[in-house]
């Protein structure tokens, strides 16, 4: 480790605290300040990821979307040192392990532990070590809750970072939820003094009203611990991407997002998401719903897509996004008869990744959870495509070009996304292919439209201001219904600056990180 890096640890006393929020305000608040910063997570459980350059400089590999946030927050560029060991959930209990960026092996909590913890903090161990080695400081995300005493003698995030960085901590507390001074003073309580004594202070987040009504607990709290509380942050979504799939309605629930707009009623269009048992990178859905008038609604599987809408109407639109478990999501959504719900839809039907190799007529190779075997396993037969299965998984950024047809007929130029899947997609019938990638790959193998049906592989797509206006005006289009007008957003300040001026608040002279 630099003699010079600092690292200062992000934990909370629970999921869903704002840490994420709060460690890519810092990264980007320190960054500004002229700190060389370097954001971490020694261990994160997510499919929400991103492909980005492996530390080694062999290829691409994968972090959570959270690390990828916080480098550009910080002004760097991602790697897999910034999320050394990703746990993707397949359900079940088991999850792919990602170590370095590289899927390893699919394994059981058990046998993670029993087989895998200890490569795991090797790799995190040299990760930070080489961070550190170039950083003026390291903020490290922790997970879930610091005071887990019964994960504490293997907590890569929390414990095992604190000692391995020497960090100091900063505890993250959630008002919103309750019960927020009983947490602070649990958590702290539950902490190994070694831990204990790193605690720099708390910060409260999610707060709405009038600070002074926390101001007695603050005080009680500040005399029990002797933690100083070093801020009360106020209730704000800087608009960054969802680190995992807690925010999301559960699969048998129906749930609607983007629809805090003031946009009337009668000048929405609603896009319906089928809700997967093992949905992954639902942050693809994130664009379309900051649109105005557009909401987003998720779904059961085997819900109604005819009145889903506003008033009841129809969807206008349906997406399938990525699935951590292919075959058996398949299955499922073959079992609530999703097939038909979809060409139930008048509008376009769109397949992101796993969802495109839904769309197709088979997928071939597939593997069988359980067995060890391979089958054919029948589509949902929207796209005249098939997949083949193999143990390759393709993980790399991408720039493509696109000449949109279909239900992006009117997008052209360069788009930007990602890649992160097994399997390679062929047509076997008359198809509309928009897409175009340097490297010489063309049609069904990038993505493919017939009629008003598309799918991709391309991870991103409604990210590309092309694509996604394409996309609503067609909704609007298609419905004769006016567009609400649209915003420029291009004097507005980006996700990290928002994040940054949200944690201002800060005292970070307590780590002697005072702003220069």
Same mark, same amino acid.
């Given at each position: 480790?630099?003699?010079?890096?600092?690292?200062?640890?992000?934990?909370?006393?629970?999921?869903?605290?704002?840490?994420?929020?709060?460690?890519?305000?810092?990264?980007?608040?320190?960054?500004?300040?002229?700190?060389?910063?370097?954001?971490?997570?020694?261990?994160?459980?997510?499919?929400?990821?991103?492909?980005?350059?492996?530390?080694?400089?062999?290829?691409?590999?994968?972090?959570?979307?959270?690390?990828?946030?916080?480098?550009?927050?910080?002004?760097?560029?991602?790697?897999?040192?910034?999320?050394?060991?990703?746990?993707?959930?397949?359900?079940?209990?088991?999850?792919?392990?990602?170590?370095?960026?590289?899927?390893? %092996?699919?394994?059981?909590?058990?046998?993670?532990?029993?087989?895998?913890?200890?490569?795991?903090?090797?790799?995190?161990?040299?990760?930070?070590?080489?961070?550190?080695?170039?950083?003026?400081?390291?903020?490290?995300?922790? %997970?879930?809750?610091?005071?887990?005493?019964?994960?504490?003698?293997?907590?890569?995030?929390?414990?095992?970072?604190?000692?391995?960085?020497?960090?100091?901590?900063?505890?993250?507390?959630?008002?919103?939820?309750?019960?927020?001074?009983?947490?602070?003073?649990?958590?702290?309580?539950?902490?190994?003094?070694?831990?204990?004594?790193?605690? %720099?202070?708390?910060?409260?987040?999610?707060?709405?009203?009038?600070?002074?009504?926390?101001?007695d607990g603050v005080e009680t709290v500040e005399e029990r611990t002797g933690v100083p509380v070093l801020a009360v942050l106020p209730y704000d979504d800087p608009g960054l991407p969802e680190e995992d799939s807690l925010a999301l309605p559960a699969r048998d629930e129906r749930g609607v997002v983007g629809d805090d707009d003031g946009v009337e009623?009668?000048?929405?269009?609603?896009?319906?998401?089928?809700?997967?048992p093992h949905l992954s990178n639902a942050t693809d859905l994130e664009p379309l719903a900051a649109v105005p008038g557009v909401r987003v609604v998720y779904t059961p599987l085997d819900a109604d897509l005819s009145a889903v809408g506003a008033g009841g109407r129809p969807a206008d639109a349906a997406v399938l996004p990525g699935t951590k478990n292919?075959?058996?999501?398949?299955?499922?959504?073959?079992?609530?008869?999703?097939?038909?719900?979809?060409?139930?839809?008048?509008?376009?039907?769109?397949?992101?990744?796993?969802?495109?190799?839904?769309?197709?007529?088979?997928?071939?190779?597939?593997?069988?959870?359980?067995?060890?075997?391979?089958?054919?396993?029948?589509?949902?037969?929207?796209?005249?495509?098939?997949?083949?299965?193999?143990?390759?998984?393709?993980?790399?950024?991408?720039?493509?070009?696109?000449?949109?047809?279909?239900?992006?007929?009117?997008?052209?130029?360069?788009?930007?996304?990602?890649?992160?899947?097994?399997?390679?997609?062929?047509?076997?019938?008359?198809?509309?292919?928009?897409?175009?990638?340097?490297?010489?790959?063309?049609?069904?193998?990038?993505?493919?439209?017939?009629?008003?049906?598309?799918?991709?592989?391309?991870?991103?797509?409604?990210?590309?201001?092309?694509?996604?206006?394409?996309?609503?005006?067609?909704?609007? %289009?298609?419905?004769?219904?006016?567009?609400?007008?649209?915003?420029?957003?291009?004097?507005?300040?980006?996700?990290?600056?928002?994040?940054?001026?949200?944690?201002?608040?800060?005292?970070?002279?307590?780590?002697?990180?005072?702003?220069?």
């Amino acid at each position: 480790m630099s003699d010079r890096a600092r690292t200062l640890l992000v934990a909370g006393t629970a999921s869903h605290v704002g840490k994420s929020t709060v460690a890519a305000g810092l990264c980007r608040r320190l960054a500004d300040a002229g700190y060389d910063v370097a954001p971490f997570k020694a261990q994160n459980m997510s499919n929400n990821a991103r492909a980005v350059p492996r530390a080694d400089g062999e290829g691409f590999g994968e972090v959570g979307v959270s690390q990828y946030v916080q480098a550009r927050a910080a002004r760097v560029r991602p790697t897999t040192d910034h999320n050394p060991v990703l746990l993707k959930p397949r359900g079940d209990g088991e999850s792919q392990l990602v170590i370095d960026g590289e899927a390893v %092996a699919d394994v059981p909590a058990t046998d993670y532990y029993d087989e895998w913890w200890d490569r795991a903090r090797e790799a995190v161990v040299a990760a930070h070590d080489r961070l550190a080695t170039d950083a003026d400081v390291v903020i490290a995300e922790g %997970a879930g809750s610091i005071a887990e005493i019964n994960l504490h003698h293997r907590d890569l995030a929390n414990v095992e970072t604190a000692r391995i960085a020497d960090a100091d901590v900063i505890l993250v507390a959630d008002v919103e939820r309750g019960g927020v001074f009983a947490a602070i003073v649990g958590t702290l309580d539950l902490l190994p003094e070694d831990l204990r004594e790193r605690v %720099a202070g708390v910060v409260i987040t999610k707060f709405r009203g009038d600070r002074s009504l926390l101001a007695d607990g603050v005080e009680t709290v500040e005399e029990r611990t002797g933690v100083p509380v070093l801020a009360v942050l106020p209730y704000d979504d800087p608009g960054l991407p969802e680190e995992d799939s807690l925010a999301l309605p559960a699969r048998d629930e129906r749930g609607v997002v983007g629809d805090d707009d003031g946009v009337e009623t009668g000048r929405t269009a609603t896009v319906a998401v089928p809700r997967l048992p093992h949905l992954s990178n639902a942050t693809d859905l994130e664009p379309l719903a900051a649109v105005p008038g557009v909401r987003v609604v998720y779904t059961p599987l085997d819900a109604d897509l005819s009145a889903v809408g506003a008033g009841g109407r129809p969807a206008d639109a349906a997406v399938l996004p990525g699935t951590k478990n292919t075959v058996d999501d398949l299955l499922a959504a073959r079992e609530a008869n999703l097939a038909e719900r979809l060409r139930a839809v008048t509008g376009p039907v769109v397949g992101l990744c796993g969802g495109y190799q839904f769309l197709g007529e088979r997928m071939e190779g597939a593997a069988i959870e359980g067995t060890g075997e391979r089958e054919t396993v029948p589509g949902l037969g929207l796209l005249p495509v098939v997949t083949r299965f193999s143990a390759d998984k393709r993980v790399e950024p991408a720039t493509w070009q696109i000449d949109g047809t279909g239900p992006l007929a009117g997008a052209a130029g360069r788009i930007e996304g990602y890649e992160i899947h097994a399997g390679e997609t062929r047509a076997t019938g008359a198809v509309g292919t928009p897409f175009d990638a340097p490297d010489g790959r063309t049609g069904a193998e990038l993505g493919a439209t017939a009629g008003r049906v598309l799918g991709t592989y391309l991870h991103g797509l409604f990210a590309n201001r092309a694509v996604r206006e394409a996309f609503v005006d067609g909704l609007y %289009a298609g419905r004769d219904r006016e567009r609400p007008e649209r915003t420029d957003a291009g004097d507005a300040p980006s996700p990290y600056d928002r994040a940054a001026a949200l944690v201002d608040p800060v005292d970070l002279g307590v780590v002697g990180l005072d702003d220069r």
